[in-house]
């Protein structure tokens, strides 16, 4: 009979069963868990460069909700933003507007000259020029008077008032407008388009750009995160 004996089997067995049991979950969980917060910041460059944004908030709802689970069947890691505009923007969806109206900015709104950008408003608005800060808009006194008369008594408001601001109905088209030069031969610069109850939404698919780019990484994110499993389990040349 021949007797074989293999040195060092025990603790070869040892590490497979410590790779299996403890090392992948781990390393999965931290893959994933790792490309949610790199989308995040991916997705969060993708709305500053595609999008007119005022401050910070929209980029800071992008949120993640980690993966805590060691079961590899179970892990789920989930990127999402918690506002409903974001979506909208996302496919395109058209918006509704909540009254009669849905205001949509100007360019003139965002300090740029009338008719400087083909696209429109490039720029976000004017803090002066946000809509909720106009205030009361309407012309009183005129109610159920010609549409020209009611137009002429809002500017002749606006002037006197100093806002130099009126709400002027054109038929068609309707707005928020700012007077400019005198009470004789005043013009008119429209602030606000009042004219739609739903207004078409480019889509932007500022997500769907970033998942490309986030799957991009995973390879090297998954070699990563089991190197330095292996490296704490003591598995040789790690």
Not at 88 to 107: D, F, I, M, Q
Not at 173 to 186: A, E, F, L, Q, S
Not at 201 to 211: E, G, I, N, S
């Amino acid at each position: 009979m021949i007797n074989v004996t293999l040195k060092g089997s025990d603790e070869m067995q040892r590490q497979l069963e410590t790779v299996a049991k403890r090392s992948v979950p781990f390393a999965a969980r931290e893959t994933v868990n790792t490309l949610a917060f790199k989308g995040r910041e991916i997705w969060q460059q993708e709305m500053a460069s595609s999008l007119t944004l005022r401050n910070r908030f929209t980029e800071r709802r992008a949120l993640v909700v980690k993966a805590r689970t060691l079961r590899v069947d179970r892990m789920e890691a989930v990127l999402g933003h918690t506002e409903p505009y974001m979506a909208n923007l996302e496919h395109g969806k058209s918006e509704r507007a909540e009254k009669r109206w849905r205001p949509v900015p100007t360019e003139v709104a965002a300090g740029l000259p009338k008719g400087s950008l083909s696209g429109g408003r490039k720029k976000v608005v004017r803090p002066k020029n946000i809509i909720t800060r106009l205030g009361n808009l309407k012309a009183k006194g005129f109610a159920g008077r010609p549409r020209k008369a009611r137009n002429a008594r809002a500017i002749q408001q606006a002037i006197k008032s100093g806002k130099r601001l009126a709400l002027l109905d054109f038929g068609r088209r309707k707005g928020v407008y700012k007077i400019m030069g005198g009470k004789r031969r005043p013009k008119v610069v429209k602030l606000y388009d009042l004219s739609r109850r739903t207004t078409p939404m480019p889509k932007t698919p500022t997500l769907q750009r970033t998942l490309k780019k986030t799957l991009a990484l995973a390879p090297q994110v998954a070699f990563d995160a089991l190197s330095k499993q292996l490296k704490r389990a003591g598995v040789a040349g790690y």
